[in-house]
């Protein structure tokens, strides 16, 4: 991410939900220095980093998407707060009755994972043939693979959930708003600064579910439709959903061994070739990025080629573009998964 995608990053930022993005050009410009920072491994900690990508049209410049991984959330200072989903059975023998209710726990972790999130695709490549979605998806997990000492041994993803129809949460109007007196959105906008008041104003014992709406209820867990895809897409690659859901708007989080990340596990150092006429090997699709620069240099393309054993064959005018795309004076060892 550079000055240049700013505007870009505000755009996407109007999309609705997006409110993890930043609304404003002050807000943009922080995020844009944190992350400089970061890739420069100067950001101090692990909490304090956050590693912000774009997927960019070369031919024109203009973003097409954005995604961000932040090096670990929750700690002392700053916890990581969810809701853990269970159930309690009840059963009266004087009754002949029983049920199954149920459970919302507020639990606190302060020594947490890293974390996915901000990502967003412009809604004219999203399902495009270019794969704009996965390829922003998952060239985090090239930079984590990469540079795994920058992240914790696990990762977690917050899915959003859906809305009403007037871009509330119905979880929220059922608990957060009665034990905090506060809009949604205003709760979001001070939990982004401060999340002390979670601690002090939500209830700490067991919630049952049976007094909520059903809206609530029914939000417990879910994705909203327009995340739908890349819930599918974690799980395929390893994520799973743990009961544990967000305490504002009760979106799944879903988390992962970065060991058990596919994209992780299956990323191979390959030495590239420009003569992928030497290979019969047939056409392999997929993400590389230079092997053995700095964090601050990573550039990541997808690719057409042949891998024969620890080589990566490209025709000739493909490797001189790669070579031009990931700003390195030789195209020599890289790093890459299929797609």
Do not use: C
Not at 167 to 186: A, C, H, K, M
Request: charged share 25%.
């Amino acid at each position: 991410m550079q000055e240049k995608d700013i505007s870009d990053l505000l755009e996407f930022g109007s999309t609705p939900g997006m409110f993890n993005l930043p609304q404003t050009r002050e807000l943009a410009l922080d995020r844009l220095a944190i992350s400089e920072r970061s890739f420069a491994r100067k950001s101090g900690s692990k909490d304090q980093s956050k590693y912000v990508f774009v997927a960019e049209d070369v031919s024109t410049g203009q973003v097409l998407g954005t995604s961000m991984i932040a090096g670990k959330h929750g700690t002392p200072d700053v916890p990581h707060y969810y809701f853990k989903v269970g159930q309690e059975k009840r059963y009266s023998q004087s009754v002949q009755a029983g049920f199954i209710h149920g459970t919302l726990t507020l639990k606190i972790d302060m020594d947490g994972p890293s974390e996915l999130g901000a990502l967003v695709v412009r809604a004219s490549h999203r399902g495009h043939s270019s794969r704009v979605g996965k390829q922003i998806t998952l060239v985090r997990f090239l930079f984590l693979a990469q540079h795994r000492d920058l992240f914790e041994p696990s990762v977690i993803a917050e899915l959003l959930p859906p809305l009403n129809k007037d871009g509330q949460s119905p979880l929220w109007e059922s608990i957060g708003r009665r034990f905090t007196n506060l809009d949604y959105w205003e709760a979001d906008a001070l939990a982004s600064k401060d999340k002390e008041f979670i601690t002090d104003l939500f209830p700490r014992g067991k919630i049952y579910t049976t007094f909520l709406s059903a809206d609530a209820r029914n939000a417990i867990g879910r994705v909203a439709p327009m995340t739908e895809p890349l819930f599918q897409m974690l799980k395929k690659i390893g994520f799973r959903y743990n009961n544990e859901i967000d305490p504002f708007d009760g979106g799944p989080h879903l988390k992962a061994k970065v060991d058990q990340i596919a994209p992780v596990r299956s990323a191979r150092v390959f030495t590239v070739k420009a003569d992928a006429a030497r290979s019969e090997a047939p056409v392999w699709r997929g993400m590389i990025a230079p092997e053995g620069v700095a964090a601050k240099d990573f550039r990541a393309v997808m690719i057409e080629g042949k891998v024969d054993g620890g080589d990566l064959f490209l025709a000739k005018p493909e490797f001189e573009t790669v070579q031009r795309l990931l700003s390195v004076k030789q195209l020599g060892k890289v790093r890459g998964f299929p797609l």
